[in-house]
């Protein structure tokens, strides 16, 4: 069952790559939200009752329910186009996520470590290196946010990896990502959005040598 | 004694407080302060020819052995008495500028000029690797900022940062010197040098000092920085450089010599090529110049030359065991030494008495004022003989003994070194031609004849305040040319003690006979010419005596433009030295069509092709590669999250083989 | 006690942020300074005591939170200078963040454990977006931005670092994760791991740090920043950085990827002073240069790292007697620019005239950041270099001093014409020369240049022992 | 005391030997043998004109130059007797005092402020330069090939007569005989007779002195052809043979001088200026060619 979820958390990763409407990645991200609800409940069963209330209020409320509604704001507010500015083109951002993919799963495979679950390490140093791609390949703020969104959750989706016995690693990785999450999506967002009306990244890189 | 070190080192920052003449009066008598606990003991070492270093260690700084040794007694001295002078110089030379100048920035000088004395006094006496590198950086730093005393004009903060460049890059050849001397034996600084010169390979820390003392001497092709920073400097300023800052860099390459215990050949033959070629190129360029102090910043770098000519012939004696060669050689480059900080200082303050009192340093705008300022003229004209090596005066004497030691040296035997004295020596005596041919030029077209160029106002003597130390420096040009042999003692006390050779110190040669009679000729010469000049005015006593205008073959409308300029004294040279240095002429050509010609310019300006090599062309080279590697700070975030993600994979793809 | 101190600083940055009252935000950042000396001394005199879990005050951290004391101090004093002329809510804004910033920085300093290190690092990030945007322009949101969102993605990073740690330990409560007993829990653990989490670690924290590879945002953050923010930005901002990196390649120095580590600590340090030295010859910006200039000697620090043995004890006085220089530099860079008007180099000139006392401040700063003895900077390079000819890498220290070398000429032909050039475009507001501004930088100054002659013991005992290296 | 009698004799007699050379060559009458001597009495019991431009240099300048050349003769040795002066080393000594006077000399032209003077004083001041290396190049080839080190003990040590130091002596003369003809500006450096300044070195430089000065500089060039001459004779004449031979040999050589130059200044025209530099060059070539042969002799 984790294997499907898992293998369902990819390919919400591959369709990040090349999703070309920022709508798309609002509901992206829900779903991601969900799928790491799905998976940790699944994986954390001797979990206490306490810590498991606070992962599940993490992953339903806050990454399935309110980032995606925070994102639908910023987009209705901002009135975003539909299609966003890459770097980069599409079929080059393709196959570098393949590439990175392979990459992954080799660094997964040479780590040779039994205890730990291939799939979790692969999917979540995919995760991270996808995150970092949506940064690295566009030129959009809000495409920046969603990148930093996915690599969050392949923190958390790392952090399930490491399991049962260490509560304390995810829960300050949760904190983090709320901590974080709120002050870049309803702090800094929106300000830059007044400021610059477009939220072109164009109008943030002045500062350079 | 220590105590009273730091009470002046604390003292000396009281400068920034007090204004006007109290300012000067403190550094007078901080100066004096530490030249009374520095000097006499300097003397003491030299005069009773002490072999026993005299050994103290302080305990503020934690224990630094302090040696105190005839050769760092000998450069005491030196200091004290250029920067004594400079100091005496300094007031009337900067009353000029007053207005222009900041405050802060006389007071800056006064301290960098104490701070650059206390340098100077602690490298002739430290020995270990980190305080003789501080000592040696805060005599850069505090010589950079004399420099850049009139940093107003972009020129001289330009010259004052390539000084700055070209230190820390001589100085990073010492850093490396002395780090290597220390991990290789355990023993730091130059007694660790001494250990590490025995061992095979040990070269090699001789030649990374050798580089970091030359860039600081100004030896070619090391030498880019002087001529550039003399002009950009008060007057008085460049008279301390060139007179003993720069030697402090000779100062290093002998005290490393005294580290040496055998291999003496190779480094004094690469000493003696190297110094052949900076005095014969610093002269050659010299003579190009019409700026009076750049000029003289060329002519230093020839009397450094002159000065390796010594001390190679005498590393070259050492090895073939010949202590006529090693005596000579050293003798004739220590005295040079104290030669060149005497008529080099004098020919700067004197120059800078010009300055002051006509505006410009151009000798081609320059002419006729030694009618308004004879006493200067008459400095410079004798600091000119002396630069010149002519008798009866000091430069003579120690090119005297270099040349005999060049002579001596002629015994060996050998062919290889039999052409190489001949060759220096030939090079030597057109160095002095040359020097001779370029102070003529000097002397005869700043001082004599009419006045070229609108001056902006008319020339006045000097005030006392700037002659006094100028007639003092020329008391002992004369005194050194008729009495050499105290002076000669003298040093042979310091070679025996520091370089370790088997000289007896009064052999039959040269003992105070020679010498005696040297100057005894020279006085004779003097006597002569007094005489002849009195026999004259003897014979011209009630006779008839006219003046009238200089005879113009016959034309008559002559005028002060017409006069030979700088340049055109020196064009003949210039087609003969041609091929080795190339001028850059700047005119506007008249045209055909050209019938009423208007004003027109002229300007001719040598370019130092050892400069445009060896500096600016890879100077250029590594700013433009820098400007084209500058590609990071684009301001564009998914670079800069892109620069994280190509480090890791570079990062794992290296420790994937194993580089990392 | 610790915990006491770090709910002082949560309820004094609430209270400011409440009240938002221009004088009462500044007597509560006062009295807040109180506390800190009151903790700092506590620290000093509990030194080597393990007083907490999650805390560990050893000699790192005692030499780490007395500068912190100090530079706090100095920064709260220049800082009230600037904030004269700013409404409440901003002042109060500063405040908070300085007082967040100074909490949150004392907790990095002293813990033991690489999860609450982690979060204290973390937390210093927003206070710090508090004093960034003070100015509230469009490149003030510019640098906070950028600062803000690459920490976090740093932070994640290196948390992901973490993760693998973790993942090499059977158990991972939190007195596994303390950096003492990490040391031995590692020395079996497969090096792939360990390299990998080392990586991220090293790239997330080099946000802070101010090296190769995320350094660009700090450069950024210093440029808009008032410059006494600057100044704490610049310095004990990267110290904290710099410590946190320390205390992990600490741990792995006992790893069996030891070596490996130190050869990235290079790897990174060199093109750090690479980057520095390129920039240094491109900028034109006072302010930026100067924060180029920190990137170059967390380079040094770096590559310090990287050689070991002495080589550490060098990084660290490195960072120590930076802290003091560049601090300086910003704080006098502050008062030049409310002169002046601007940061820009070129327009501007004949400071020796128009603030003579910060004229030769800045001078001496210039001096002393160069590493040009009498500079006290000149004896982490002594160390350095020493280390490494003994060592015998004679290519990497050539390479370095080159780079050194155009670091030196970028910075003194830029600042010169500052300090001598007449310029008809300067323009003067003579209101703002305040001599006595200057007597913290002269302080400062002072004390590096002292450091370069007097080696004190008890300082350098307590640096012997935080390289873990015995006298 | 008979070096210094030597020297003088040469500079009573050459001066007189090279007008009366010149003369009978160009079938002239001309002047007698000792009318440069008349001419420099003349002068003596002249007043004094000179220019308003100038100034004390231009009044000490010609003690000093004669001060000087009177001085160097004293360096001269003749048949194993030194000079009133000798020491180890003495010839360097020599060539300085030379230079001074040549110094003074070229600033006393500048004194005048004239722009003749100023070409004549660039070109002394360039071909005395040129000189110098030449002199010390033979110098020190004499006395690699003797092992000696002073003026009197190089030449006296012709008793070991070999081939190879006579065939060096001869060049040497040779050169000494060319460096002479530079230091005195004649043919075919320089034309003391043309009435074309511009083209002048020496007589262009005393344009502006007049009575004793002009007497002065006058009597220290005839010095320097006794001393040039009186060195070549040390050079060539062996030191074995016998006093009153050698002084007759000595003769000789000062009236083969004297010819010498008189017949050159009839029969060669002076160089082009700018040929002057090759000239003075091919004398310190020569000068390394005798080094060579030194160098041949010692192995």
Known sequence: ?209 | METIFVAVLFLSFFLFVFHGRAKYYLTFVLFAVTAIFAVTPAIQVIVSGLQVPYTYSGSLTGGINIVLDPMGALFICMIFFTMLMGLLYAPGYLKNDHASVPLTTRSLHYFSYLWLYFAMLSISVVREGMPFLIAWEIMTLSSFVLVIYYGKERTIIQASINYLIQMHIGFLFLLAGFILVEAKTGVPGFDGLKVYLQEPGGQVAFWLFFVGFAVKAGFIPFHTWLPEAHPAAPTHVSGIMSGIMIKMGIFGILRIISCMSGDYLVPGVIILVLAVMSSLYGVMQAIFQHDLKRLLAWHSIENIGIIGIGIGAGLIGLGMHSPALAFLGFAGGILHVLNHSLFKSLLFFSAGSVYAATGTRDINLLGGIMKKMPMTAGLFLLASMAISGLPPLNGFISEFLIFSGLFSGLASHQVFYIILFILSIAGLALTGGLAAFCFTKAFGITFLGNTRGKLLHTPEEAPVGMLLPQFIIGLIIVLIGIVPMFFIRWIGTVIVTSFNTSIPVDMPMFSGRLFGLIGMISGLLIILTVALLLVRKLLLSGRSIKSGPTWGCGYTAGNPAMQYTSTSFASDYAKLSSPLISQKQHYQRIEEKDIFPDNRTYEVHSSDGIKEKVIDAPGRFITGMMRRLAVLQTGKMHHYVLYALLFLIAVLILSLFNLL | MMIAYFATGAICTGLVLFFRRKTLSMVIAGLFLAVQLFITLWIIMNRGHQVSLFFELDELSVIFVSILFLLALFMFYHSNRLLSQCNSASCSIYHAGFIALVTSLTGVYTSANLTVNWVFLEATTLSVAALIYHNRTIRALEATWKYVFISSVGIALAYIGILFVSLTLKSALSADMSFSSLGTALQQANPLYLKLAFLFVLIGYSAKMEIFPLYTIGIDANYVAPAPASAFISTAMVNAGFISIFRLYKVYALTPVAAWSRHVMVLTGVVSVAIAAIYMLRVKNYKRMFAYSTLEHMGLAAIGLGIGGAGIVAAILQVLIHSFAKSAVFFQLGQAHRILKTYRIGKTGGYMHIHPAGAIAMLTGTVVLTAIPPSGLFVPEWILFSHMAAAGKWVLFALVVALLTLVIYGIFSRILPLLYMENERTYVDGRYVIPSETITQYFLLAITIALCFIHPDFLYRLIYRAAGISL | MYPILLVIAGAIFIPGFIARTRSISAGRKGPGMFQHLYNVRLLLRKGNVFSNTSGAVQQVAPSVVLASVLLSAFFIPFAGKPGLLSFSYDFVFFACILGLSRFWMIIAALDAGSSFEGMGASREALYGMLAEPAFFLLVGALALITGHDSFVSIFSSGDTFNLGYYFAALLGAYILFNIMLVENSRIPVDDPRTHLELTMIHEVMVLDLSGIDLAMVQIASFLKYGIFSSLMAGSIIPANWQLPVQIAAAFGILAFTGIAVGILESFKARNRLNKNFQYILTISAIALLVLILALLTLQ
């Not at chain 1, 080059?92 to 291939?118: F, K, M, P, W």
């Not at chain 1, 799939?119 to 940064?135: H, K």
């Open chain 1, 1 to 209: 069952m984790t294997t499907i979820l898992i293998l369902a958390f990819s390919l919400t990763l591959i369709y990040f790559t090349i999703t070309e409407r920022f709508r798309t990645y609002a509901i992206l991200t829900g779903m991601q939200g969900f799928l790491l609800f799905a998976i940790s409940v699944i994986e954390l069963e001797k979990i206490s009752t306490a810590n498991l209330l606070f992962i599940i209020a993490e992953t339903v409320l806050f990454k399935t329910i309110l980032v995606p509604f925070l994102l639908m704001r910023i987009i209705r507010e901002m009135k975003f186009p539909r299609v966003h500015k890459r770097a980069l083109p599409g079929y080059y951002a393709i196959i570098l996520a393949s590439a990175l993919l392979l990459l992954s799963y080799i660094t997964a495979v040479s780590l040779g470590n039994t205890e730990v679950d291939r799939l979790y390490l692969t999917v979540s140093l995919f995760a991270m290196f996808t995150g970092l791609l949506l940064i690295i390949t566009h030129k959009k703020i809000f495409s920046h946010l969603v990148g930093f969104l996915v690599l969050e959750n392949a923190v958390f989706l790392f952090s399930l990896t490491i399991g049962n016995e260490m509560p304390m690693l995810i829960n300050t990785a949760i904190l983090l990502d709320i901590f974080i999450s709120v002050l870049i999506l309803g702090a800094f967002a929106t300000r830059i959005g007044r400021a610059t009306e477009s939220m072109e990244s164009e109008d943030l890189s002045q500062l350079k040598d």
